[in-house]
Nanobody, 115 residues
Framework: QVQLVESGGGLVQAGGSLRLSCAAS????????MGWYRQAPGKQRELVAS???????TYRDSVKGRFTISRDNANNTAYLRMTSLKPEDTALYYC?????????WGQGTQVTVSS
């Protein structure tokens, strides 16, 4: 089993930046996929960015060029660097990971972007 703990959320003005962290513990060696998701009030959870164990990344179109996902295997942590933040980026951000077919979610960290 993998346990995930997110941090780094907060309140920021439009145009600002934040870096989210997702610390993994447990069966981390079997993690082959990690993703950052977000869910705004009244909306479905959506994939924002992902990274595989081989380093392949994906981004949803609305964040391309503004967000960067990375992974520090030595510290068992994934990051989401968010720049040029917009009010529509406001959401609860979750980290998710697939570990040998078992899915784990973190508890989420709130990101609020004021206009």
């Amino acid at each position: 089993q993998v346990q995930l703990v997110e941090s780094g959320g907060g309140l920021v003005q439009a145009g600002g930046s934040l870096r989210l962290s997702c610390a993994a513990s447990g069966s981390i060696l079997s993690i082959n996929f990690m993703g950052w998701y977000r869910q705004a009030p009244g909306k479905q959870r959506e994939l924002v960015a992902s990274i595989t164990s081989g380093g392949t990344t994906t981004y949803r179109d609305s964040v391309k060029g503004r967000f960067t996902i990375s992974r520090d295997n030595a510290n068992n942590t994934a990051y989401l660097r968010m720049t040029s933040l917009k009010p529509e980026d406001t959401a609860l951000y979750y980290c998710g990971a697939d570990s040998a077919g078992n899915w784990a979610w973190g508890q989420g960290t709130q990101v609020t972007v004021s206009s």
